[in-house]
């Protein structure tokens, strides 16, 4: 009976301690997903599921809010601070929100949360309160701040309260807030001040002179007024300073009597430059011109003043050699102010009139900028005449000896054509000897030797027949030659030719050949360096799984029109080719691995041979590590 009379004080201290405090305590039930009133004016009528609690909650505190629980409920936090706004008028149209805040803690049992507990304070008025003297404080500020001169108020005792904008820069503050100079020095102690106020019992005070302030590198000439303020009382409340920075008053004043000089300085300036830019624009071939709708003129000018030719528009539009030109034409219609209201580029020829007198058309680069009033109407354009004769002929020859450059790399191609059919002539004589080499007694030493031989043999052969088919399409000499085969029969020698190449263990060569017979007319030299360079690189990329080769035929719609056709594909099932480079595979030297032996050259000699013959080419793969599949399709 004891305890439980122990339980229930607890309980009225607990209330009355709640009761004081005017706090709220609400409690999310987490294993009944319900929230509810434990103490307080009712901020729910009922309890409410947590979405519907939720609902309460001003939209621009709800993420915050959501993030507290969350918070509790994953074990993140056991208690947290939580301040939001809360709708107390949810039945009525419009919202009553009151700022609450408070703390939020997490009942566990068992190692898990089940309820959560928020004491909470309703802090609208104080901080209603808060607002209204903060906007109060603010506007006297904003006017104290504002002032159009400097104003600061010291202690009765001559220390620094507070300095406005226009203060602070008067006197080269550190900050908006302090400075560290005025701050430590008293107001009595600061010349003139020093000498001509009552530390006890200071007068008002006005002087205009030259304040010099070294440790804030001040020199400057002020109006200064001082001006005590007291109570009802006759009590001393702040000291009053005023100042304006007339030094730039006095420095225009100093400044009338050189004017003169100054500007009689400038209009010789001026002269000098019109006769300098009239120099120069004469060396550049170049004019400056003004067009007056008004005036129905366009004029030439030597300088910027000086007018050396004058055409009406109609006389300037005959001058042109095209005369379709949207702004040749337009200077003989009524639409020329359209034309010149934006700006314009000009280049092209006209009759030697107006930068040279001679009998050759010249070529002129114009730049003419519209021209308004101060009401925006058009008025006319101005600009810039240039005659870019020698930058023509210039452009001529550079275009002649880039053809010339062009020719001369076309001759080092041959070249490199030549010699590497010069390359492949010992290349042959050492795979006549290897062959020669494995007749003799065999052993697995030499048996070794005579199969790096071949490989490396081979390998030189197909970089040289790269570099060759490269040089030929690099002239753009590849050149077509159908024959009559049966490919049945080409496609067995080649898949038995490509088996030793499979050397990994655990990769199986397979043939796809799906005809006894297959009698067509193709290139099938081409043909076979596709698919030997599909194998190579299959490979290359494959140590396990299988290594497929076959063909098979298929029509396909070409421009409209059905054609017969020839398909090869090798599939692997290698390292496959990562999607970011499956655009760039059969660009020319590209490479999916650096470190694998190759030149980069074969797939974009596979996918020019399937230009040249009006084919197409492609690769089918999900991605690296899921293998690939490249196949070729060329019209029979």
């Known amino acids: 009976m004891m305890e439980d009379n122990k339980i229930f004080d607890e309980q009225q201290v607990m209330q009355m301690a709640l009761d004081i405090s005017g706090s709220h305590v609400m409690c999310l039930d987490l294993v009944h997903d319900r ?19 939720f609902t309460y909650v001003h939209p621009d505190d709800l993420d915050a809010f959501r993030q507290l629980f969350q918070r509790l409920i994953n074990g993140t936090a056991k208690e947290d601070e939580c301040r939001f706004r809360w709708n107390f008028n949810r039945d009525g149209d419009t919202p009553d929100w009151h700022d609450m805040y408070g703390y939020a803690i997490a009942e566990y049992e068992d190692g898990k949360p089940i309820n959560i507990f928020s004491t909470l304070t309703d802090e609208t008025e104080t901080i209603r309160k808060e607002n209204r003297i903060k906007r109060i404080s603010e506007r006297y500020h904003s006017i104290f701040e504002n002032s159009v001169i400097g104003q600061s108020f010291y202690t009765p005792d ?22 560290e100079f005025f701050s430590k020095i008293n107001l009595f102690d600061i010349s003139p001040f020093n000498e001509v106020l009552n530390r006890y019992h200071p007068e008002d005070y006005w002087a205009c002179s030259l304040s010099i302030i070294p440790e804030r590198n001040m020199h400057v000439y002020l109006e200064i007024s001082v001006h005590p303020i007291y109570n009802a009382d006759g009590k001393l409340l702040y ?28 209009s010789n300036a001026i002269r000098t430059y019109e006769y300098e830019l009239g120099i120069l624009m004469q060396f550049c071939q170049m004019q400056a011109f003004r067009i007056s709708l008004d005036r129905d003129v366009i004029e030439f000018y030597s300088g910027l003043n000086t007018v050396v030719r004058s055409f009406n528009l109609k006389q300037m539009q005959k001058i042109f050699v095209d005369q379709e030109n949207e702004f040749v034409k337009s200077l003989g219609l009524s639409t020329l102010s359209q034309t010149l209201s934006h700006p314009i580029v000009y280049v092209g020829q006209m009759h030697p ?25 058009l008025l006319g354009a101005f600009g810039v005449w240039r005659n870019i004769n020698d930058v023509m002929h210039k452009q001529d020859l550079l275009r002649r000896e880039t053809q010339r450059a062009q020719e001369s790399g076309q001759l080092k191609t041959l070249f490199l054509a030549n010699m590497t059919h010069e390359i492949r002539t010992p290349i042959n004589a050492i795979v006549g000897f290897a062959e020669l080499l494995s007749s003799l007694p065999p052993s697995d030493d030499r048996n070794e030797v005579i199969k790096i031989i071949k490989n490396n043999c081979d390998m030189l052969l197909r970089l040289v027949d790269d570099i060759l088919t490269a040089s030929s399409l690099e002239s753009g000499s590849m050149k077509i ?67 497929k080769l076959g063909y098979r035929s298929e029509a396909r719609t070409v421009d409209g029109q059905q054609h017969d056709g020839l398909y090869v594909y090798c599939e692997d099932t290698g390292s496959g080719i990562p999607v970011e480079a499956q655009d760039k595979i059969f660009e020319r030297f590209f490479k ?43 019209p029979l």
Request: glycine content about 6%.
């Open 239 to 266: 000291i009053s300073v005023t100042a304006s920075d007339v030094t730039e008053e006095r420095n225009m004043y100093l400044s009338v009597r050189q004017n003169d000089v100054d500007m009689q300085r400038i």
């Open 353 to 377: 009139v107006v930068t040279q007198s001679t009998t050759e058309l010249q070529w002129v680069h114009i730049n003419c900028i519209p021209e308004f009033d101060d009401e925006g109407r």
């Open 592 to 634: 999916v691995n650096d470190f694998v032996q190759g030149t980069g050259l074969g797939l974009s000699i596979c996918k020019a041979f399937a230009d040249a013959s009006h084919g197409d080419i492609g690769l089918i793969s999900d991605g690296e590590g899921h293998g690939s599949t490249f196949w070729l399709w060329i």
């Open 158 to 179: 001559g220390w620094l309260v507070d300095a406005n904008r226009i203060m602070r820069k008067i006197c080269n503050f550190d900050s908006d807030n302090n400075d």
């Open 35 to 53: 929230v509810y009133d434990i103490h307080g004016e009712a901020m729910f009528k009922t309890n409410v599921g947590l979405e519907e609690c």
């Open 481 to 547: 030659k159908p024959v009559d085969v049966d490919f049945s029969r080409t496609f067995n020698e080649l898949f038995e030719s490509l088996r030793p190449r499979v050397q990994e263990i655990g990769v199986e060569f397979i043939s796809d050949n799906p005809y006894p017979s297959f009698p067509i007319n193709v290139d099938a030299d081409r043909v076979s360096q596709v698919i030997i360079n599909f194998v190579t690189n299959a490979v290359k990329y494959t140590t396990q799984g299988h290594i």
